[in-house]
């Protein structure tokens, strides 16, 4: 079956880094997106992986393994404006997305 | 500014009626998506479309349909038949580059609730 995994909540204070992780079971496997939500409002898309390893962009990361099913979102200097859900997505054989239930980041001042 | 545009922002059915959500795209986007986003449960696929004139069901597709007559166009009508439409709706749409879809950009969502 089609399952992806991700901590439900996580908790972080001003300035600090964290790392979100997403693992995988898929049918296919067309590449790994990560997108950010803040509550009520349209997920905007942050990264894209299709090949193993690290893709950086500003104070975000992400990084694929497809060996091992696993993905992280690699959050620096955190803002509080990075209080969000996050959300991993897979795209399998087709073209839509599958997506994991998201995990809810709260930042502390 | 070229985006994805959903109408209305919130919306009210009453027992028994069909309603229709609009969204509209001028990005030249190939393919479109609708999903419902429920409170703990992420995005779950409805609908979606590659090219005009079709479309395929989701894994939630049960009491909703959808068209595709334009390009720029997928509204979705959430039908009677579908027994608990309170959710936030979401339509993306994503271009095609060398037989790949790009990633999904997504309109600003539909609030639906029943009176």
């Known amino acids: 079956g089609q399952n992806i995994d991700q901590p439900t909540e996580m908790t972080a204070t001003e300035g600090a880094i964290v790392q979100i992780n997403c693992t995988y079971q898929?049918?296919?496997?067309?590449?790994l997106f990560w997108y950010q939500q803040h509550a009520g409002e349209a997920p905007t898309f942050l990264s894209y992986?299709?090949?193993?390893g690290l893709e950086e962009k500003g104070r975000f990361s992400s990084f694929l393994s497809r060996s091992k099913g696993y993905s992280y979102l690699l959050l620096k200097e955190l803002q509080m404006k990075d209080s969000a859900s996050y959300l991993c997505?897979?795209?399998?054989?087709?073209?839509?997305?599958?997506f994991g239930k998201g995990t809810t980041l709260s930042v502390s001042s | 500014d070229g985006g994805i545009t959903q109408s209305p922002k919130y919306l009210f059915r009453k027992e028994g009626q069909n309603v229709t959500l609009s969204c509209e795209q001028n990005?030249?986007?190939?393919?479109m998506y609708w999903y419902r986003q429920d409170p703990g449960q992420g995005l779950r696929l409805i609908y979606y479309?590659?090219?005009?004139?079709?479309?395929q069901k989701g894994d939630i597709a049960e009491g909703y349909s959808v068209s595709r007559e334009k390009k720029e166009s997928f509204p979705l009508t959430v039908t009677s038949a579908q027994k608990n439409p309170t959710a936030f709706y979401l339509c993306?749409?994503?271009?095609?580059?060398?037989?790949?879809?790009?990633?999904?950009?997504f309109g600003d969502g539909t609030r639906l609730s029943i009176l």
């Open positions: 898929t049918s296919g496997f067309n590449g």
């Open positions: 993306a749409s994503s271009p095609r580059t060398g037989g790949f879809f790009q990633p999904q950009h």
């Open positions: 990005l030249n986007h190939d393919a």
């Open positions: 992986n299709v090949l193993d």
């Open positions: 997505a897979v795209r399998d054989t087709g073209t839509a997305l599958i």
């Open positions: 479309s590659q090219i005009v004139n079709d479309f």
